[in-house]
């Protein structure tokens, strides 16, 4: 995002230019800053520890364009159904560039997820009961739950710790890898994800020392070797003004030492260190462009906009702070403002108090930051406010990636019984 004279631009357009070819709300995305941020991290964890390999979290933005660029500079995709899956396939992976990290999973998905030979993930004991009644794969790995989750944002996003539904509860995973050797899988590898937008460089070689302990034991005590290691994603960006981002650095320099230490310490023999991320990648590569339609003067002054928590659903889901510019007006002086969308629900009043430009005013754009991750993919349709299109931008250029949704793609999978049916 650049701003020249007071309007904003998102890869090398000016969104009023945006907003008029395409409309709004809108969906943005660049593509360079992208690649940039996959390879400044890619280069930083390689520079500690070559044996090194990102696979994108496809749930944070899964439009397969998207996806397409993250495979394209060298990732693999971190699929959490065999919707996701299917993804990764249509843009040309499979097997080993591929982790199913489902939880819960049903027969069907078990069914599907050994046919499509990626690497099987499994979140629990009882599930690799019921996948070894369909089949054995080729390679499988646990998520491991280390005792120890934290987030941004608190209890709402820990994935990790006695509070979290997910994994296998540190004193099972040596059982976990048994019942599987005992079946007869012979290709194993671990993973983990106890974190959730963390800037803290601190936390990354922590939770690796937790897990590399956890399966030391087991990989002794059992012996058998973990191909790959895979610390989960989590590595964090600052959403608001001021706050201090990761030092990826410093991340990547301890997180490698403590790994490195650990597998000599355990004879892991040098595992390929993996990291699942998504928000790093794609966070700060997406904006909202919407309009304001109207502003109400009651008990506070409200900003009725397009953007609602449809849109846009993690201030209202988990309490997350999205920077928000007026194109054109941030130099104004500011004032203490309401900011809502347009369902009929009272949690859509988004922004109950936020300063703002006093002379923000009907049709006037505003842009939203850092929406690139957990943004269109958790959106939805209620009251028929339907989701909106998604762009990509470089350079100047823009294409479509998805269209607005239209009252046709409301009603796709609506049957009418005859009964109903308007004679
Ligand atoms: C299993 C798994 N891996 C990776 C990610 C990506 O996390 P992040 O966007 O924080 O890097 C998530 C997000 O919830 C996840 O559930």
Redesign the pocket.
């Known amino acids: 995002m650049k701003t020249i004279d007071g309007r904003i631009e998102l890869g090398g357009i000016p969104v009023e230019r945006l907003a008029e070819k395409y409309g709004t709300p809108l969906y943005v995305y660049d593509e360079d800053t992208i690649v940039e941020n996959y390879h400044r991290a890619l280069a930083a964890f390689r520079k500690h520890y070559p044996r090194f390999r990102f696979f994108y979290?496809v749930?944070?933005c899964n439009n397969p364009a998207i996806a397409a660029i993250l495979v394209r500079e060298g990732a693999g995709i971190?699929a959490?159904s065999v919707n996701e899956i299917q993804l990764a396939k249509d843009l040309g992976l499979g097997g080993e560039n591929v982790m199913f990290?489902g939880n819960f999973l049903s027969d069907e998905d078990i069914r599907k997820g050994l046919d499509s030979g990626v690497i099987f993930n499994l979140d629990d004991i009882a599930t690799l009961r019921r996948v070894l009644q369909f089949g054995k794969p080729e390679i499988m790995s646990f998520?491991v739950n280390p005792g120890y989750g934290r987030s941004n944002v608190g209890e709402f996003?820990t994935?990790a710790g006695s509070n979290a539904k997910?994994g296998v509860h540190p004193d099972k995973v040596t059982e976990a890898y048994r019942l599987a050797k005992e079946a007869g899988i012979s290709r194993f590898g671990v993973?983990m994800?106890p974190?959730?937008?963390i800037t803290d460089a601190e936390y990354f070689p922590f939770v690796t020392g937790l897990l590399m302990d956890i399966i030391g034991k087991t990989g002794r005590e059992l012996g058998i070797k973990f191909e790959f290691i895979d610390i989960?994603?989590?590595?964090?960006i600052p959403y608001k003004p001021g706050e201090e981002g990761l030092d990826l650095e410093r991340a990547a320099q301890l997180t490698a030492q403590i790994f490195s230490q650990k597998s000599a310490e355990y004879g892991l023999e040098s595992p390929l260190l993996m990291m699942?991320?998504?928000?790093?990648f794609v966070?700060n590569a997406g904006w909202i462009i919407g309009k304001v339609h109207s502003i109400k003067d009651s008990y506070r002054k409200i900003v009725g906009t397009d953007v609602g928590m449809n849109t846009l659903c993690r201030p209202v889901m988990y309490g997350s702070y999205h920077h928000i510019y007026v194109n054109g007006k941030e130099d104004s002086p500011k004032e203490k403002l309401g900011l809502c969308g347009q369902l009929c629900e009272n949690t859509d009043y988004w922004i109950k108090e936020r300063e703002l430009p006093s002379d923000i005013a009907e049709g006037d754009l505003i842009v939203i930051e850092n929406a690139g991750?957990?943004g269109f993919a958790m959106s939805y349709q209620y009251n028929g406010r339907l989701r909106p299109a998604e762009v990509l931008v470089k350079k100047g250029k823009s294409w479509l990636i998805r269209k607005r949704e239209a009252y046709e793609d409301m009603v796709a999978n609506v049957k009418m019984p005859r009964h109903l049916k308007k004679s």
């Open positions: 979290a749930k944070a971190d959490a990290s998520r996003v994935n997910f993973h994800m974190g959730s937008c989960g994603g989590g590595l964090g699942e991320p998504a928000r790093y966070g991750a957990y």
